[in-house]
């Protein structure tokens, strides 16, 4: 059996729209059979890194922190899949941050040249094989993505693991006002979900249907800024 363990870096939990983008997606990894353990960030006590290197020079694999990532290390260590799910909060909330920069006990530090840059690896125990990102933004195009990609990539990178997709959910807001759209985003994230643990990858086309325009760019901008205005007049 697959296991997943899932991290939710959105402060809003549960009313969030990254939930809304995680619930259908874990939906369908358990529909095709992966165990699935989903944790919000928010609710755990997840202390910064001190950057004392404990874990790679004096004990390695060991965090000295006493918090909840003592609770989560084993459970990252059996897991095959790990998807961080993260609203673009230029780049991520805070809490997302501390989590990531807090996986470093889990690399083991034997440098390598890899495609021009010092890369490392889990420690042969880790278990983990891929790393999915899902995110939510609130503006109109891909491109505020970038940024939050560009970090869940270089974290596969950095550990050596499969960078196995993005599910990117541009002004994630408006799913709630399209419900037709909505209706097809959700089943593309249940596929996306089920292809993942099938097949070990996610088809482009299914994330192209989730990451798909609910209105035009010029109206969004338009709605933004008379709703501001609307405030700013009183
Ligand atoms: C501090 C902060 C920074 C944000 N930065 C961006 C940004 O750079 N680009 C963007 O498209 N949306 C940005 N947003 C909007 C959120 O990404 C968006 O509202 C998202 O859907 C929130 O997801 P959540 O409900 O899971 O928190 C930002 C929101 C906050 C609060």
Known sequence: MTNVIAINGSVRMEKSDTTMLMEPFLEGMKKAGASVE???????????????????????????????????????????????????????PGEMQNFINRLCPLVEPILEKREGRTRARFHAY????????????????????????????????????????????????????????????????????????????IIDDILETISQPLISEEELRRRSNESYMKVKRG
């Not at 694999?61 to 006493?66: A, H, K, L, N």
């Not at 939510?136 to 960078?163: H, M, P, Q």
């Not at 541009?170 to 759209?181: D, G, I, S």
């Open 126 to 201: 880790v278990k983990i094989r891929k790393i999915v990102l899902v995110s939510a933004s609130g503006w109109w195009e891909l491109g505020n993505f970038g940024t939050v990609l560009r970090i869940a990539e270089e974290l596969a990178k950095d550990v050596s693991t499969e960078f196995a997709g993005a599910i990117l959910r541009p002004h994630a807001f408006l799913m709630k006002e399209n419900k037709e759209k909505t209706k097809i985003i959700i089943d593309a994230l249940k596929q996306a979900g089920l292809q993942l643990i099938r097949n070990g990858k």
């Open 38 to 92: 989903l944790f919000y960030v928010k609710r755990l006590n997840v202390k910064p890194c001190t950057g004392c290197f404990h874990c790679w020079n004096t004990k390695p694999g060991e965090c000295i922190v006493s918090d909840d990532m003592q609770m989560l290390y084993p459970k990252l260590r059996s897991a095959d899949i790990l998807v961080l799910a993260t609203p673009v909060y230029i780049p991520l």
